[in-house]
């Protein structure tokens, strides 16, 4: 027997019920009882022949029903009362809720959580009943229950309201749980009636500023600001100049800050309520900075840095740097100490202003690849070395006083001569482009690294048979650099 309609195995996604049960084994030709749940969606549906019932393959299905409980079942049976048998290991199924449970929750997981059953399993009933706005979650027997919102429907495992017998007062939320009710209290109530009033200015759960006063009322509390403050009460803010009119003599301006109140005076006064008549710089009672000049004002003073100091007179500090552009000169760094200034030179460069040459070429410590010796050089002020390969003279000088001294141990160096912009024109880095006359390579070189291919691009000088010479290299070979002042 075949039906159109009859699609999957154990988890069916369409059909006629009493011809899926047959198909299941439930029941035969002459009919039977048998329960029915629903369970979640599968990607496909497999087919096969049973009992002389044959059933085809399908896809995936908005809704499944299956004729076994499993720990997936969710509580939204249409049913008010269902019995079921719950397989074993269910506790890590979803559930949401406290005794009473989101429609979605897993029934069987939901029960251990209530602690109406075990996690082996067995006969547990439960009962269909409305819903509410939210649920709150807990652990409880070992399964974790979620906080979650709104579902069309709930279910709880007792029937029973307790809720009916005796409410929770102050407008606290009375839920039904097993053989007992809980009471979920509104904001500023407790106890398991919700029949104490939290009292949150003793307690400081209060959210009153520091310059307001906390008064308890039913279920909540006021905040007031404090004389000589304005505000709602959680925010306070000073107002003595508005509730102090004439607080400040003379024309002076009254303003408020973040706790107290500043008479700012018109000339020729001074003093907390600009009261008095002062001399400021004659007085020395000016705050003019060490490094600056007071002169006298009609009723006040004003403050001037010094030469070579900037600020705004009250601070002042070393300007020299700026008021002197150029003073450290050939890259040199300046910068301004408390009295004076000192001068940072490159490697090149000595003296107080970084006037005298020191050196004209280093030799890097670290190998690295062309490209990053070149940075590497470039971070001192340099580059790699060209104006001093291409003069022989300054070339042979590098080799004896730099390159020998260094022994057998650093053999090979880079330069700043590259064809990397056009294979097999070579050019220094500062533009001049290779001559036979500005180089000195090794016999039958350059000769792209030996074979090394297109990416023998660079240039290094390196000993052979006792002797320093230029050959190409593959970029890449990690080398020592000749770094050159530029």
């Known amino acids: 027997m075949q039906h159109s309609d009859l699609c999957g195995t154990d988890d069916y996604a369409r059909g006629p019920l009493c011809l899926a049960a047959m198909h ?52 939204n049976t249409e049913s008010s009362v269902t019995d079921v048998d719950c397989p074993s290991g269910c506790g890590s199924n979803y559930v949401c809720g406290i005794n009473l449970y989101n429609s979605n929750s897993s029934v069987c997981a939901a029960a251990i959580h209530a ?55 102050n407008e606290g939320n009375c839920q039904s749980g097993m053989n007992q009710r809980f009471c979920f209290c509104s904001v500023g109530f407790t106890g398991e009636d919700c029949q104490i009033d939290i009292n949150e200015c003793t307690s400081g759960t209060h959210n009153c500023h520091q310059h307001a006063t906390c008064t308890n009322t039913a279920g909540s509390f006021q905040c007031s600001c404090k004389a000589n403050y304005t505000g709602s009460g959680t ?45 400021e710089c004659a007085a020395r009672t000016h705050n003019c900075h060490g490094y600056a000049t007071c002169t006298n004002t009609a ?47 490159t490697v090149w460069y000595t003296g107080s202003t970084c006037t005298n040459v020191r ?16 940075a590497y050089c470039r971070s001192l002020g340099g580059d790699l070395a060209t104006w001093g390969i291409r003069d022989s003279a300054k070339r042979n000088s590098i080799i004896t006083n730099l390159l020998k001294p260094l022994g057998s141990g650093k053999v090979y160096f ?44 660079c240039v290094l000088i390196y000993l052979k048979n006792g002797v320093y010479k230029m050959d190409d290299n593959n970029c890449w070979y990690l080398k020592f650099a000749i770094c050159e002042r530029t």
């Open 115 to 169: 602690g109406v059953l075990s996690a082996e399993g067995g006969h547990v009933r439960f009962y269909s009943t409305q819903s509410q706005s939210s649920f709150r979650g807990s652990t409880n027997h070992g399964v974790h229950s979620k906080s979650c919102g709104f579902s069309k429907n709930a279910f709880s495992f007792t029937n029973e309201d307790f809720c009916a017998s005796k409410s929770c007062l």
């Open 24 to 75: 299941a084994g439930l029941v035969d030709n002459l009919g039977g009882y048998f329960e029915v749940f629903k369970s979640d969606p599968l990607p496909k549906y497999s087919k096969s022949e049973r009992f002389g019932v044959a059933s085809k393959s399908c896809r995936t299905a908005t809704e499944t029903y299956s004729f076994q409980m499993k720990c997936s079942t969710k509580g």
């Open 235 to 279: 925010q306070c803010v000073p107002d003595y100049c508005a509730q102090n009119l004439g607080l400040c003599k003379n024309s002076g301006r009254c303003s408020d800050t973040i706790t107290d109140y500043r008479c700012s005076c018109t000339s020729g006064y001074t003093g907390r309520h600009c009261e008095t008549d002062i001399n």
């Open 414 to 457: 880079w330069i700043g001569l590259t064809d990397k912009d056009r294979e097999g024109s070579f050019v220094y880095l500062d533009g001049v482009e290779m001559t036979s006359s500005n180089t000195d390579f090794h016999e039958g070189e350059p000769n792209d690294g030996g074979g090394l291919g297109p990416n023998a691009d």
């Open 359 to 374: 050196q004209d070429h280093i030799i890097s410590n670290d190998l690295r690849s062309w490209d990053d010796s070149r």
């Open 299 to 345: 009723g006040s003073f004003r403050c001037s840095c010094n030469t070579n100091f900037i600020g705004n007179g009250l601070q002042c500090k070393a300007n020299y740097c700026n008021s002197n552009p150029g003073l450290c000169q050939n890259g040199g760094t300046c910068t301004d100490t408390v009295t004076s200034y000192t001068c940072a030179c």
